[in-house]
């Protein structure tokens, strides 16, 4: 019994052993925080923890049943323990499983575990090594539910038939909505038919087909991805980077031995013109809106396994390229594809980006230090802060956070004329970790009037970052310069990838609903306020159409 008033010590006392690993201890005191407040599904959560970390499993079994009652605060969990996933629903099942299996309670545990897959579990191949199920690898139901084959000597077209019929379970049981745009019995016919090719048809034709399934999800986080080091023929990149401009595709940084292509435009790949291939893209291409495909299409020309696979090309180690110099030339070149996987927010060693060869020309902003997650700038001549936030998650060096503590700590201190918050290459991370940014902007004076803060958005402005510019839309003020951003208001979005066990191909369907906006809101993006989306003209000059349309504003009108 707790003494009336001591509650908060009882708890802030139970929250030190929890993060010390006292586990006796801690169980003792949240059993004792539970008793006083049985209704707080939070404290029933510590409890768990600590009773299955000590080992307790009848007594954690009981305590994560109170959770599956009374449910958690969404990032509780990680304010204790990052390297604990979400207690979602099905989370939870899966502890209740592994609390029988621990027990030594096969058939009830094997339930369970049915149930936990059933309510969403997320982690198969978390399952798949945990100790729990290791001793019953050769029951047939733990291997049919976790999708455990054995992969060696196993037949090609077998193997691969396995892992789709993975793949098609998985995408209808992970799915938020697995049949918002086509029908189930159109979705079992198209599995159908690709399990029935499968002996004719090649690797890569096998992804395509694999890319194509998942394409029927309204999920713009959705997708098949090659292995990163198996199949090497399958991972094997252009070395040379693409952006889609409105003046066409454009070379934007190459490799060792590529400048000569900086700032080419590619007018034909293989026997296709850039048309026709992002034509033949469409069906693989996952989308929110036609900003992500914007985005997207430049990243698949580059991947010559899916090329192939649709036909494109025909040889997975090389594609050949028509070109157009600067000065009007054009000539056929042809490429050798490395095994590898995208850097999201640098180029590998060696290469040159079209930014740093123009001549007299610096790097603008927005190309500097792409691979910080957060860094700010004084413009004293512009009376202007430039904040680029280019991912949604913490620098080792400076929590996101403290970040914004000085960044807003600077604002305040300096009083700039103008705070522009550069979102255009942010292509999302945990969103819990925008509200410390979304908290600064509504309560800083400073920014809150019309005028004073902006936000560059693009098509790389997608999930967590979508989320930020959502928040910002919803509660400030903010001018929208840029072009749309590559996700709606509204959402079905999580990254939570799965392996496909004999081709090792990664897969993901999300399985939560953001609605981040309100539920009237339908629009396809967030539109800018001020229309400069980017250009090859601009680009090639190292100049930024966005920030100099904030820079030209001068007056001061209504609205």
Known sequence: MIKPGDFPETVARAELRTASGDWPEAAALWAQVTAENPVNGDY???????????HE???????????????????????????????LPGEVAYRIACCRAALGQRDEAIDALAVALDRGFRDLDRARDDEYWQPWHDDRRIRDLLGIIDTDGLPRDQGWRADLGLLAREIKRRAYAPFALVPEEEFDRDVARLDHDIPGLTEAQILVGMMKLVRHLDDGHAGVRPPDKQNQDLSRLL??????????????AGGPGHDHLLGAKVEKIGRHTVTEAVTALDPVVVRDNQQQVTFMVPMFLRHTAVLNGLGIIDDLTKASLTIRAADGTSREVTLDAEPGQRQWDRYPDGWT?????????????????????????????????????????????????????RLFGFVEDRRPGRLVIDLRWNGGGNTFLT?????????????????????????????????????????????????????????????????????????????????????????????????????????????????????ALRGQFPG
């Open 239 to 252: 070395p040379v980077e693409f952006f889609l401009f409105p003046e066409g595709l454009f070379v934007i």
């Open 57 to 87: 499993y009848a007594e954690a079994h009981q305590a994560y049943e109170k959770v599956r009652e009374l449910g958690v605060r969404p990032g509780h969990q990680q304010q204790y323990r990052e390297d604990l996933p979400e207690l």
């Open 435 to 551: 509200q410390a940014l979304l908290h600064h902007l509504i309560a800083c004076p400073v920014v809150r009037r019309r005028g004073a803060l902006f936000v560059i958005i693009g098509r790389q402005t997608f999930s967590a970052a979508q989320n930020t510019a959502t928040a910002i839309d919803r509660e400030t003020s903010a001018i929208f310069v840029g072009e749309p951003t590559g996700s709606r208001p509204n959402f079905i979005g999580e990254t939570i990838y799965f392996e496909l066990p004999y081709s090792k191909v990664r897969a993901n369907a999300a399985d939560l609903f953001w609605q981040t906006s309100w539920p009237e809101d339908h629009r396809p993006w967030i539109a800018p306020d001020i229309y400069a989306p980017p250009t090859f003209a601009a680009f090639s000059r190292n100049e930024d159409p966005a920030m100099d349309a904030i820079l």
């Open 44 to 54: 029933w959560a510590r409890l768990a923890e600590a009773r299955f970390a000590g």
């Open 353 to 405: 980006a079209l930014a740093d060869t123009v001549p007299g020309r610096p790097r603008p902003l927005h190309l500097r230090h792409r691979e910080l997650p957060y860094w700010f700038e004084y413009l004293p001549a512009h009376d202007l802060v430039y904040f680029q936030y280019n991912a949604v998650r913490d620098h080792p060096a400076e929590p996101f956070a403290a970040f914004c503590d």
